[in-house]
């Protein structure tokens, strides 16, 4: 079982990226957090790891710090959420605010996550709220922000993290752009952002 990889950073994707170790180079998966804070190619860089093997295949999962790892896990836990489902939830929400949506029973929420229906969500809260209230788990990091639940605005700064942007800067420019005009599209906002100021 493999629970860490550290290594060169040989290329990277929205949700992937390959890690040289001593000369192999491993593909995993990652959410758009992780990619958000992965440095450029050629750097050293350390993920955290779930090893997912099935009867037909094998997947790495990788996450850069613990805590996202520990949702990956409670998530794909719950009944019918897959290892893909998860990831797109932790691209949508930080892991923080994710907890805070599941502890406050915001079925509204967590539903607004693309690909998550009302009786999943329904099932994520209702399977993960009482392991967390027991556990102790406090989520840290940014409290529970408008974003989780709008949808635009989600969406936005997805597609430009996964342009290449850091995260706080794209977060700026989809703020501005919804604060000026918050009847906005999806398209909009992005073509807004990436207009020089």
Do not use: C, W
């Amino acid at each position: 079982m493999i629970a860490y990889l550290d290594g060169t950073l040989a290329h990277k994707e929205p949700t992937n990226a390959i890690i040289d170790v001593n000369g192999v180079g491993y593909m995993v998966h990652i959410s758009l957090q992780t990619y958000a804070v992965l440095p450029g190619g050629g750097d050293r860089i350390k993920l955290f790891i779930h090893h997912l093997f099935r009867e037909d295949s094998q997947a790495l999962y990788g996450f850069a710090n613990a805590d996202e790892k520990s949702l990956f896990l409670d998530l794909i836990g719950v009944s019918g959420v897959g290892p893909n489902t998860a990831l797109g939830m932790l691209s949508a929400m930080q892991p923080g605010d994710l907890r805070l949506a599941i502890l406050g029973e915001n079925v509204r929420a967590v539903q607004a996550i693309k690909g998550i229906g009302a009786k999943t969500a329904q099932r994520i809260i209702l399977e993960l709220r009482d392991k967390m209230k027991k556990s102790g788990v406090v989520p840290s990091g940014p409290t529970y922000r408008q974003s989780a639940v709008d949808p635009v605005r989600e969406e936005s700064l997805a597609a430009l993290v996964a342009l290449g942007f850091p995260k706080p800067t794209a977060e700026k420019s989809v703020d501005d752009a919804l604060k000026a005009d918050p009847t906005l599209s999806v398209e909009d906002v992005i073509r807004r952002a990436l207009r020089p100021a």
